[in-house]
């Protein structure tokens, strides 16, 4: 952190990412292989925040690159984004899975890990700036709104927040 700005400067997004891979705010760290933290350019003009990193992404250490990435990489294609220049990240930074013999089996973070998580998701919003943050799914609006939301009721509607429009849609696992 810069003493003059209060927030972390693009350069010290890897050093977060450092940190980030300590973390143990929460338990879901023991049955995850690693943290996987956000990507993309610093900063970016819009920035996407799926709920965990799924078995895939928990394994390359890389956020939406199993089936979920993919879908989401056809819906930015068809709208014409490059997901180049999109920062991608989740509100929960391990994969919170149930060991089922040689499968891990995906299970939705609860109130208590989204909350310890959202701590790095703020500290990503910080030198990201987006101008639109798009919320992929329940968990992603919980964090970004501090509060459990229904998709339903806000999908499709522009939210003022402090760190600037934010969008609430479903999930690309979910198609």
Same mark, same amino acid.
């Given at each position: 952190m810069t003493a003059t700005s209060g927030r972390y400067e693009s350069t010290d997004l890897s050093h @977060?990412?450092?940190e980030a891979a300590a973390c143990r705010r929460c338990s879901l760290w023991r049955n995850a292989t690693q943290t996987v933290f956000g990507e993309g350019p610093v900063p970016a003009r819009m920035m996407l925040v799926g709920e965990q990193p799924g078995d895939k992404e928990d /394994? #390359? *250490?890389h956020p939406f690159v199993g089936p979920a990435g993919v879908i989401l990489d056809e819906a930015l294609a068809a709208a014409g984004i490059d997901r180049a220049k999109v920062y991608v990240t989740n509100a929960v930074k391990h994969f919170k899975n149930e060991p089922r013999g040689k499968r891990r089996l995906h299970k939705k973070p609860n #109130? *208590?890990?989204i909350e310890a998580c959202r701590w790095w998701l703020d500290q990503e919003l910080k030198p990201v700036r987006p101008r639109l943050t798009i919320a992929l799914g329940a968990t992603a609006a919980q #964090? /970004? @709104?501090r509060r459990p939301v229904t998709i339903g009721r806000l999908r499709g509607k522009a939210i003022e927040t402090e760190s600037g429009a934010l969008w609430i849609t479903v999930h690309p696992s979910c198609h």
């Amino acid at each position: 952190m810069t003493a003059t700005s209060g927030r972390y400067e693009s350069t010290d997004l890897s050093h @977060m990412r450092k940190e980030a891979a300590a973390c143990r705010r929460c338990s879901l760290w023991r049955n995850a292989t690693q943290t996987v933290f956000g990507e993309g350019p610093v900063p970016a003009r819009m920035m996407l925040v799926g709920e965990q990193p799924g078995d895939k992404e928990d /394994l #390359a *250490g890389h956020p939406f690159v199993g089936p979920a990435g993919v879908i989401l990489d056809e819906a930015l294609a068809a709208a014409g984004i490059d997901r180049a220049k999109v920062y991608v990240t989740n509100a929960v930074k391990h994969f919170k899975n149930e060991p089922r013999g040689k499968r891990r089996l995906h299970k939705k973070p609860n #109130a *208590g890990e989204i909350e310890a998580c959202r701590w790095w998701l703020d500290q990503e919003l910080k030198p990201v700036r987006p101008r639109l943050t798009i919320a992929l799914g329940a968990t992603a609006a919980q #964090a /970004l @709104m501090r509060r459990p939301v229904t998709i339903g009721r806000l999908r499709g509607k522009a939210i003022e927040t402090e760190s600037g429009a934010l969008w609430i849609t479903v999930h690309p696992s979910c198609h």
